[in-house]
């Protein structure tokens, strides 16, 4: 087989902790460069984007965006028809499908014929563009929809058969490139990946807060999976002593998010190796936190990461990673509505969570 396999590898986390907002000066000397593919893991609107697009100007990076998630590459529908949306695997445990789908990802997502034509199918099913192609466009739009929302859509199934499989060939662009993969959808399964193949891995965390309300304001899939039925995700949940959310949706997502962050930081506690970040650290000063990010993965920074990251300072909304980055700090406290801070105080107290107490979650004057 190809693919980089044997133990996991990682980048060194030396210094202050990459928790603290506070830490802004610049690694002396950084990482030594690395040639393994660097897969940096987070969660669904929590700053993955934003970071894959300021360390990608590095132009030594190939990358590859989300080649697990279904719903934008086709190959990630078969491997995961069994495993699910959010994988829960741990070291030891056997997926061939999964581990395929992984393989390819990490050779570099060659394309071949098929492939093509799959990924066409999920462009005639992307969301459209407002305007008057809204009424041919919404048959195929609503069966993309239901598929991200976990039920059964045909033509997606048929897009997966046709790239199931992918061809296990390293792509030619690694030749002189190193790969970096961004992943929202492994954080249950981001340590059987490591044990699976040789990886350095980036996890970005941000505030469970600010989360919930991105994924309410844009309506984010995610939180129409029944996440909380998946029996593996339920046997987590027992193992870590905590209690499964009532059929109350908010509750319930609130609960997914909690969930879906113990794992990233537990997973980063048992790997000192890979590097750790948060959202908010990274919004403190941009420029700085970049830059000693950079060292630590031992990439090199240039001028154009810092004109990304002055152009992207400034006001944007929706998908659009622009933003005016200090204003993302605690921005969760006056997008969700009182109730909604209840719920999320009342539901992070049931989780282990350790970059985050319950003073975090607390807000003046909320009720």
């Not at 969660?43 to 132009?59: F, K, V």
Request: hydrophobic share 40%; proline share 8%.
């Amino acid at each position: 087989m190809s693919g980089v396999h044997t133990h996991p590898g990682g980048v060194s986390r030396t210094g202050p902790s990459p928790l603290d907002p506070g830490v802004t000066d610049p690694m002396p000397g950084g990482a030594a460069p690395s040639r393994r593919p660097l897969v940096a893991a987070g969660i669904p609107r929590s700053g993955t984007t934003w970071t894959m697009q300021a360390l990608e100007c590095d132009s030594s990076l190939f990358r590859v965006k989300e080649p697990d998630h279904g719903a934008e590459q086709a190959p990630a529908i078969w491997a995961k028809r069994q495993a699910g949306r959010i994988p829960v695997l741990a070291p030891g445990d056997r997926d061939d499908s999964y581990h395929c789908l992984w393989e390819w990802i990490l050779d570099g997502a060659s394309e071949n014929v098929r492939l093509r034509i799959a990924a066409q199918m999920l462009r005639v099913m992307s969301p459209p563009a407002w305007g008057k192609a809204n009424r041919v466009r919404a048959i195929p739009t609503l069966e993309r929809i239901r598929y991200q929302r976990g039920g059964f859509s045909l033509p997606m199934t048929l897009a997966g058969a046709i790239a199931s499989h992918p061809p296990v060939r390293r792509n030619p662009a690694l030749d002189d490139h190193r790969l970096l993969v961004k992943t929202v959808h492994a954080p249950l399964a981001l340590e059987w990946i490591a044990s699976e193949f040789e990886i350095d891995v980036l996890i970005l965390l941000r505030h469970p807060g600010s989360i919930l309300a991105s994924w309410i304001s844009l309506d984010i899939g995610e939180q129409y999976v029944p996440f909380a039925e998946t029996p593996a995700v339920r046997q987590l949940a027992e193992e870590w002593g905590v209690r499964l959310p009532g059929p109350d949706h908010l509750e319930q997502t609130i609960w997914q998010i909690g969930m879906l962050v113990v794992a990233l930081e537990r997973a980063a506690e048992r790997h000192p190796e890979w590097v750790v970040r948060t959202h908010e650290q990274m919004c403190v000063d941009p420029i700085a936190q970049f830059h000693r990010l950079y060292d630590d993965l031992g990439l090199q920074w240039n001028e154009q990461t810092e004109e990304f990251l002055v152009d992207n300072n400034r006001p944007g909304k929706g998908f659009r990673t622009r933003r005016l980055a200090t204003d993302q700090l605690d921005s969760w406290k006056h997008r969700l509505t009182p109730d909604q801070i209840r719920a999320l105080q009342r539901v992070m107290s049931w989780l282990p969570l350790t970059a985050w107490s319950a003073e975090d979650f607390a807000v003046a004057d909320h009720s």
